[in-house]
């Protein structure tokens, strides 16, 4: 492996560039860009194709959840385009959890 030179651009699927709409993709595609090591991430790019794994995928829920946006990791594996990953974000409710009533 060390002695493999590191991928370049061209060593990950891109599309036409398309740019983020809204606050939430553009939010989203700054996260992305940040945490993927790449340069724009536009509205139809995919997580995986752009050299997104399941542990970055984790690392990418956690950063959204400290930015205000709630999401499931499941949700990013069925919508791992930008722009389908910020149509479906705040759409799952959140669960409300009750404050613990024991008396110790």
Known sequence: ????????????????????QGEVEQ???Q???E???VDQVGRHDNFFELG???????TLIER???A????DVRVLFSQPTLAA???AIGSGREVDVPVNRIVP
């Open 27 to 29: 939010l989203l595609a």
């Open 1 to 20: 492996r060390r002695a493999l030179p590191a991928p370049d651009s061209d060593a990950y699927v891109s599309r036409e560039y398309e740019a983020p």
């Open 68 to 71: 205000g946006l709630s999401a």
């Open 85 to 87: 990953l910020g149509a």
């Open 31 to 33: 996260l992305w860009a």
């Open 35 to 37: 945490l993927l090591r």
């Open 52 to 58: 997104g794994h399941s542990l970055l995928a984790v």
């Open 64 to 66: 959204m959840r400290q």
